[in-house]
């Protein structure tokens, strides 16, 4: 094997007495803050950019995140956060743009816990301080990054601990012939190119690259200089055996070139790739992608004269795109959404507290063109209340009340004729009006907490005996104000700390209107034929009956918490999942039911811009949540459970 070395275009396999002169420079430029972000770090993972070993490099499925397009203090905020979590940079991406420079990576976590470093903002002859200091520490470069600021050639790179003590070696700043040249070298010395550059300077373009052994002896393709339409031919061609390592796009003399390096996929595991897409178009795949099962390997910004773009290589990163059902699902939810012109449509499906589905259709915002993915903040309407009724038997087990209080020992503002239970309020049996006069229009006040509500209609009379069921959001708000007195919190307080926090629901909150929430769905309305945008109206009068938001992903992680056993013990969930005598099927926050023999707890709801839908079959662990943008009104063709039971009549005797 041909010996480490780095190439560059003015300094040629550097001697030993340069090492120690390395060493002194690079701490010098740590201790300076020259670098923007620098770590050496012990229990921190190798990636997901594939360099050798592939076991270690390419992991079946592994976590991971990705940032683009942030200022260097945002991304050394980032990148601090996520060392401290035990992340690793695993492809860095550094660009200026129009004049703007901004940051982004990929971040991986595993378990080999190899020490790492990332260091940009380099001049070359920084750059190459560190790359000799890392080679004396045992390290190799996996990803290496050029760019301009301010007329000034800069340098970034990724280095890792070389475990596996592999021979590697990189270059930059060479010529398309020296690149050829080296190419060869490095091909017929048994190596594998990991990383492409390519770049424009005032002298032509310039070319780097980095190779590592191949010691598992993969078959591999690089290409470079391709146009659009030969990229595509060379992409189709290697598409049947390959997949995409490295993606490179650069603007040369106006033209965007391509080029790109492809590894033996050995396993077929699956991989995609886009290019050319706008950051709107990119974070539309982005998220779908992620609900599909993948991990972001590689992204590339780029310029264009159509201003900037972007590529991406996502890999197989869970079974899901293997499950055999995904197909059929797709096909389900894509026939509904076509059928009833809903805007957009999340899906989840889980078994065995694991996501074998999530799924966006359509928009969660039409005039924008953002897709709906599974992490869309949505209404979740009435199904509020299966969490409600969650939270009040969670509360009872952890010897903060007994669900049979009387309401009045808690509210005891209340009126005589509120002689109710907490359990009977879950259970709708509390008799207190569904929707309270005042309580219907957009118009109403905002209230901070659920007492203030309750003060405004609890001289309202009952509608019926105490007992009797009678669907009741507002006895939800009264629930409310006795866990506010029990807990000493306002209910947005109480959701917040006992529900979000503790079952571990990041997009899960009282709905605010007027808070800028990442994510938010916009809410439709049908006018005729037509999807109409609506403005949200103020929900805090109901946040336990009705006024919480959240995603697909977060409400079917709440089944998964529940069916697991995480937030109930079998007994306690047993009680909350029994009808407390006449009245139907409704039993505390849930509907009981069976399907084709099978029990299912489950919930719908439906309120202006949501339909809404949980669904759980404790004796085969599975959860389905559907959450859309648009509701029609009781009764009508579209609501979100008539999906649901759709996609169960596909799935449940495969997840059985």
Request: charged content about 25%.
């Amino acid at each position: 094997m041909a010996p480490t070395n780095h190439i560059d275009r003015t300094d040629h396999h550097p001697h030993r007495p340069r090492r120690h002169r390395a060493r002194r420079a690079l701490a010098a430029l740590l201790a300076g803050g020259i670098a923007a972000t620098a770590s050496v770090a012990a229990a921190v993972p190798a990636g997901a950019h594939a360099t050798l070993p592939t076991a270690v490099f390419d992991p079946p499925s592994t976590a991971w995140a990705s940032y683009r397009d942030l200022t260097s203090d945002q991304f050394a905020d980032r990148f601090d956060a996520m060392v401290e979590k035990g992340y690793r940079v695993s492809d860095l991406e550094v660009d200026v743009v129009g004049g703007t420079y901004r940051v982004g990576a990929v971040f991986t976590r595993n378990t080999d816990g190899r020490a790492w470093r990332s260091l940009r903002d380099l001049t070359g002859n920084e750059f190459h301080a560190a790359w000799e200091q890392a080679r004396e520490d045992g390290m190799r470069l996996i990803d290496q990054e050029t760019y301009v600021v301010s007329g000034r050639r800069l340098f970034a790179g990724v280095w890792v601990a070389n475990t596996e003590g592999l021979q590697w070696a990189s270059y930059r700043g060479v010529t398309s012939e020296e690149f050829s040249e080296r190419f060869a070298r490095y091909r017929d010395a048994g190596y594998l190119p990991v990383d492409l550059e390519a770049y424009p300077t005032g002298d032509g373009p310039r070319y780097g690259a980095i190779w590592v052994e191949n010691s598992e002896g993969l078959s591999w393709r690089l290409r470079r200089g391709l146009s659009s339409d030969e990229f595509g031919k060379v992409f189709e061609e290697y598409g049947k055996g390959f997949r995409m390592l490295d993606v490179e796009a650069t603007d040369l003399d106006g033209k965007t070139n391509y080029g790109g390096i492809w590894v033996e996929n050995r396993g077929g595991r699956h991989w995609r790739e886009r290019r050319d897409l706008t950051a709107a178009e990119f974070g539309n795949w982005w998220a779908r992608y992620r609900d599909e099962g993948y991990r972001l390997d590689d992204y590339e910004k780029y310029a264009t004269p159509d201003g900037p773009r972007y590529a991406g290589i996502w890999r197989q990163n869970s079974a899901r795109p293997s499950w055999s059902l995904r197909d059929d699902v797709d096909a389900v939810v894509d026939g509904y959404r076509d059928t009833h012109d809903v805007p957009g449509i999340s899906v989840a499906i889980a078994k065995g507290g694991t996501f074998v589905y999530e799924r966006g259709f359509g928009h969660a915002d039409v005039d924008d063109d953002v897709w709906m993915h599974a992490r869309s903040v949505h209404r979740l309407a009435s199904v509020s209340k299966a969490l409600a009724g969650t939270l009040l038997f969670d509360l009872e087990e952890q010897g903060l009340l007994d669900v049979d209080d009387p309401t009045r020992d808690h509210v005891g503002q209340l009126p005589a004729a509120h002689s109710h239970t907490l359990a009977q309020l879950a259970a709708n049996r509390g008799c207190v009006a569904t929707y309270p006069d005042g309580f219907v229009t957009s118009e109403q006040d905002h209230y901070d907490t659920a007492l203030e509500a309750v003060e405004e209609f609890m001289g309202q009379d009952l509608v019926c005996t105490v007992g009797d069921y009678v669907y009741s959001t507002a006895g939800y708000t009264v629930l409310g104000a006795a866990l506010e007195s029990v807990l000493g919190q306002p209910v947005d307080d109480i959701v917040t700390d006992r529900l979000t926090g503790a079952y571990g629901l990041g997009t899960l909150r009282p709905e605010d209107r007027d808070a800028d929430v990442p994510m938010r769905t916009r809410l439709y309305d049908r006018d005729d034929e037509d999807n109409v945008e609506i403005d949200r109206d103020d929900l805090s009068w109901k946040v336990l009956g009705g006024g919480l938001e959240g995603s697909v992903e977060d409400v079917a992680r709440f089944g998964i918490r529940l069916l697991g056993g995480q937030i109930l013990d079998d007994a306690t969930m047993a009680a909350m999942w029994a009808p407390p005598g006449p009245g139907g099927n409704y039993a505390y926050g849930w509907n009981t039911g069976t399907h084709d023999g099978r029990p299912i707890m489950a919930k719908t709801g439906g309120q202006p811009g949501a339909s809404s839908y949980i669904r759980v079959y404790p004796d085969e662990d599975v959860t389905i949540v559907v959450l859309t943008n648009r509701w029609d009104g009781k009764g009508a063709d579209h609501q979100a459970v008539n999906l649901a039971r759709a996609i169960a009549d596909v799935v449940i005797d495969d997840l059985s």
